[in-house]
């Protein structure tokens, strides 16, 4: 509504005679989603993130109850 400078009222109102008319509202252009490298290939399988993670988890409990004794 700010781009165009239209009240909350006057775009719902075009919306609605949009709607109305049937018509799809014009596209400048078509969207197009932007990628970006994100490096080197990683040799972790993604997959068993959740596996790795408990076992770290595992692993620093551990450290933590030999520490105690």
Do not use: H
Request: aromatic share 8%.
């Amino acid at each position: 509504m700010r781009e165009r400078g239209l009240s909350f009222k006057e775009a719902l109102n075009e919306a609605a005679r949009i709607g109305l008319r049937g018509k799809p509202p014009k596209r400048t252009k078509p969207f197009t989603q932007k990628s970006f490298r994100m490096g080197a290939p990683q040799d972790f399988r993604w997959d068993k993130a959740l596996a790795v993670a408990d076992a770290l988890e595992d692993e620093e409990l551990n450290r933590k109850l030999a520490l105690r004794k």
